[in-house]
């Protein structure tokens, strides 16, 4: 009759072994593929996210942090891309021709942006080759929030 260790044994070491296995081929597919590990953290949303905050720095006094008014004075959309010179282009995706101005003030608040620095290669090519959609939420008071880090809007 087998002693109880060597059963346990018999038991334990093809699971270990296919557990280790597993394993091993995980790691083996998170190093073979770098640009599927590095897409995560550097995804589309990352990026906008990081743009979003450059244009809350750079715009302090304009941007709000407040849930935004039920009824918006208007709302703009921009296709924000980095140029091969590392300058930012906007391109007008939706204005509101009532209020020129707004859209002026969405506008300027990209083209005051200082060039990027630090950028993941990743992020340089979303940057350059799709560029973001942002929406500015513009309050009656004329300061704006981004979509992207705005709070809730405001029920009616």
């Known amino acids: 009759m087998p002693s109880v260790p060597r059963q346990i044994t018999e038991v334990v070491a093809p699971a270990v072994a296919s557990v ?6 995980s790691v083996a597919l998170l190093v073979s593929s770098p640009a599927a590990a590095q ?15 450059a244009v809350y720095l750079s715009n302090a006094t304009r941007v709000h942090d407040e849930a935004p008014q039920a009824l918006l004075r208007a709302v703009v959309v921009l296709r924000v891309r980095l140029d091969a010179a590392g300058q930012w282009q906007a391109e007008v995706f939706r204005d509101n021709p009532a209020q020129p101005e707004l859209t002026r003030a969405a506008l300027a ?7 990027p620095v630090g950028l993941s290669p990743r992020a340089r090519q979303i940057l350059q080759e799709q560029g973001v959609v942002e929406a ?15 709070k809730p809007q405001r029920g009616a």
């Open 136 to 150: 500015w939420l513009f309050q009656n008071d004329g300061r704006f929030a981004l979509k992207t880090l705005a």
């Open 20 to 25: 280790v296995a597993v394993a091993a081929a």
């Open 39 to 53: 897409l995560a953290p550097q995804g589309t949303e990352a990026v906008q996210a990081e743009f979003a905050r």
């Open 109 to 115: 608040s990209v083209a005051q942006l200082p060039a």
